[in-house]
């Protein structure tokens, strides 16, 4: 049977993001190629900018065939076609490529005139163009810097230094695994992958792993085996099979959540879309804790209009049937960038404009998604939060600007009401000082508080251990939860933590009452919850 | 050389925006002849087949646009695309 292409299988530990296994061939990304700091002759930087537009023109053009009859899509795309065929545009940076400047600076300083002067117009609707000028610099940009838009075949294995959650989520990973070089189990790309059921493995060396090798990617244990014997396969063609089973049998448990002696618990789920809905019976969840509008925002070539917005939260509390949905504002920058309206190049992002923000700053962006809520808010149990508050007042604003909202949509004549505003706990002056806040209710994000309390990036593998919920952590949970408690108002967690069956039993110690996690964590928490006896004497 | 002139008033409702800029720089790329694109009859003139130019005149709704032309369908040219504004960029190409 052995032929000259077999190879000993080979095991490659890394760290486990999301659970599963995945069998098939391996597909490499290839890493950025373009190097600024590299030292390259006028003549190749020239023919990078080249290939460059060349790539973008290609890319949109095709976008504009898929556009179809979306009149909209396809008028703005023609407009960035029309763009980067014009040498007007493209000459200036060539002539100061010639000048001895680097292919990026030199394009993004020709366009980015063009866009200071759409920014300057007095018309409101050449201002608006700015964005598609920065849309078409960034896509343009992407290609100089190799991140082309590859596209990954269905059932592969990708091994990759880094992806951006809107490649996550352009991609169809049924059958399929992902392998990072970079990234954690608390990225966003980790959180999508254990949402979607995609296993996936991060702190992986993917230099040595060679395209099209068979592989096998064990997302429970974190390692990568190449090239599988048949036994191997075997093996884990019984497990994947035994993990579905039991996927299904924990799926249609329902009912409520108890602890051993009796106590009610309440467990939502965080989700990123309908999709995920999809499969979901709201009778089997006390509610949607988090709903990320981010993913609503990424991957798209203009920000979604209120409309969009409105008819997907109303459908999300329409699915939810009188149970709770809680949606929270956009919480762009971080590690989720947005075209045309995070900024590029923030040197310390997760201590940058981000969250609230970011919303506060982008007030034209921030009153549509109000408006979106408010109008969603009358036909169900909506509840809204702020991401990333930091003091009292920018709570305050918000809840300023959602009043504006309402009236604004009463006067037009259009149903709207103002939901409970509550805010997300995660920075820790805020969970200091919640007795300040005048939030109707609370949600703590454990993730980000983590990482600020422990001044660790959570992206950072070797600071995995500092980076974990240690006895501050749990001090600040138990402060917030016995505020929350005092005052009659609601605290939940809709970190990582909430989903960590180990720490179930931590949580529930300090009070908590409300967890909110990813679909497949449903299971293994409501058993923890069953398990509690309360606290340890 | 062929040396033609032609003007149009233009009532799109948001003026020269980016769709008519799309339709009318494709138009006026489909000719050989050097185009140019005014907002008075001096000038100043700018390449019509330049969407980067002719979205820069920022032409607001009832101007009047100025063409000029130069080349072998330099005529032809100016007629398809005084056609093109005067019928509200309705060409359904």
Known sequence: ?537 | MNKVRASVLMRHEVGLHARPSVKLTKLAKAFESRIDLGLSPDGPWVDAKSIVKVMATKAPKDSTIYFRAEGTDAKAALEALVTLVDGDFQDGR
Not at chain 1, 142 to 170: C, K, N, W
Not at chain 1, 191 to 207: K, N, T
Not at chain 1, 316 to 335: H, N, Q, S, Y
Not at chain 1, 371 to 388: Q, T
Request: net charge negative; proline share 5%; charged share 25%.
């Open chain 1, 1 to 537: 049977m052995d032929d000259r292409t077999h190879r000993p299988a080979r095991r490659i530990e890394g760290k486990s993001a999301a659970p599963g296994i995945a069998l098939g061939p391996l597909v490499r990304l290839t890493p950025a190629k373009y190097d600024a700091r590299q030292h390259r002759s006028a003549a190749e930087e020239h023919q990078a900018l080249v290939d460059a537009l060349a790539a973008s023109q290609a890319h949109l053009i095709s976008l504009a065939h898929e556009a179809g009859d979306d009149d909209e899509a396809e008028a703005i795309l023609a407009f960035q076609i029309a763009l980067v065929e014009d040498d007007n545009l493209t000459a200036p940076a060539f002539a100061s490529i010639a000048g001895g400047e680097v292919a990026n600076r030199a394009w993004s300083a020709a366009i980015d005139s063009e866009i200071a002067s759409y920014d300057g117009a007095s018309d409101p609707y050449f201002r608006a163009r700015a964005s598609d000028l920065r849309d078409l610099r960034d896509r343009v940009l992407r290609h100089l810097a190799g991140e082309t838009d590859q596209t990954v075949p269905v059932g592969a294995i990708v091994a990759a230094d880094d992806m951006p959650p809107s490649m996550f989520l352009a991609t169809d990973w049924r059958g399929g695994g992902l392998v990072l070089r970079r990234g954690s189990p608390s990225s966003h790309v980790a959180i999508l992958a254990r949402s979607r059921g995609v296993p996936m493995i991060v702190g992986v060396d993917v230099d040595h792993l060679e395209n099209g090798r068979g592989a096998l990617l064990d997302g429970d244990a974190g390692f990568l085996i190449v090239d599988p014997d048949t036994d191997m396969k075997a093996n884990y063609c019984q497990r994947r099979a035994e993990q579905s089973e039991v996927r299904q049998a924990v799926a249609s448990f329902s009912g409520p959540a108890l602890t051993a002696t009796g106590e009610l618990v309440r467990v939502m789920i965080n989700v990123t879309g309908l999709a995920e809905l999809e499969d979901l019976d709201p009778a089997h969840v006390d509610g949607i804790g988090l709903m990320r509008t981010e993913f609503l925002f990424q991957g798209r070539e203009k920000l979604p209009t209120e409309e969009e917005q409105y008819q997907i939260y109303r459908r999300m509390v329409e699915w939810a049937a009188g149970k709770p949905v809680t949606i929270r504002t956009l919480d762009a920058g971080g590690d989720k960038p947005i075209t045309g309206l995070t900024q590029a190049g923030d040197i310390n992002p997760f201590l940058g404009v981000r969250g609230v923000r970011l919303s506060l700053r982008h007030l034209d962006v921030f009153r549509l998604q109000l408006r979106a809520l408010a109008r969603a808010a009358v036909a169900g149990n909506l509840k809204v939060m702020i991401p990333m508050v930091t003091v009292p007042e920018e709570l305050d604003r918000c809840r300023a600007l959602f009043e504006q909202a309402v009236e604004e949509l009463r006067r037009e004549g259009r149903e709207a009401q103002l939901p409970p505003l509550g805010m997300m706990v995660e920075v820790p002056a805020a969970a200091l000082t919640i007795e300040d806040f005048s939030a109707d209710f609370f949600s703590i994000g454990s993730n980000d508080l983590i990482q600020y309390v422990a001044a660790a990036s959570r992206d950072e593998p070797q600071l995995a251990d500092l980076a974990r919920p240690s006895r501050a952590v749990f001090s600040l949970i138990g402060h917030v939860v016995n505020h929350g408690d005092r005052s009659g108002r609601e605290t939940s967690l809709c970190g990582d933590l909430a989903g960590d069956p180990g720490q179930v039993a931590a949580l529930l110690d300090q009070g908590l009452r409300t967890f909110s996690v990813t679909p497949g964590a449903l299971g293994p928490v409501r058993a923890a919850i069953a398990r509690y006896l309360g606290p340890a004497a």
